[in-house]
């Protein structure tokens, strides 16, 4: 069983939510934040999807909206097929122990920066434009216990990098 994530201060919460109140929400083809048209309109419930915040050094925080995926089937498939992402969201790979954690871009159209990070929640290394539809592994070293997957370039924009600190907020219903 992994250990519960780390939780961000009240405060902190409070302060990122008010930064990020006008962020764009996520499109139902990144899989984040679809909407059950079917559910009658006068029952609507405010979800929040799932996010993970990242505070680099010198740089605003980053909020992306995730996806997150922890079974060995969803993890294997992960972003494969996806023909688009939208700017602030991805994928949340979570495994159950800290291992050397090693990924490949097979049937993944759209290139992507993956960020490793501890169970400590710190990012272990950064593996820029990964290119898509290869099979070639993608890791860094050391033990990562999650990855983030977001769009080619979103690491360096806001910049990720080894020691970041990486607070992940469970979705809300």
Partial sequence: MSRPPLRPNRSLVLALLAVFAGAPSC????GVGAVDSSKSSARTTAQTPAQVIVLP???????????VVSSAEDRQRGLM?????EPDAGML???EQPQQLTFWMHNTLVPLDMIFITADWKVLGVVEN????????RSVAGLSQYVLEVNAGYGRRHGFGPGTAVHYIPATP
């Fill in 27 to 30: 499109s139902a083809t990144s």
């Fill in 57 to 67: 050094p010198g740089h605003d925080p980053a909020t992306v909206a995730v996806e």
């Fill in 81 to 85: 097929y996806r023909k688009h992402l």
């Fill in 93 to 95: 790979f979570m495994f």
């Fill in 130 to 137: 990964a290119t898509p539809l290869t099979d070639a592994p």
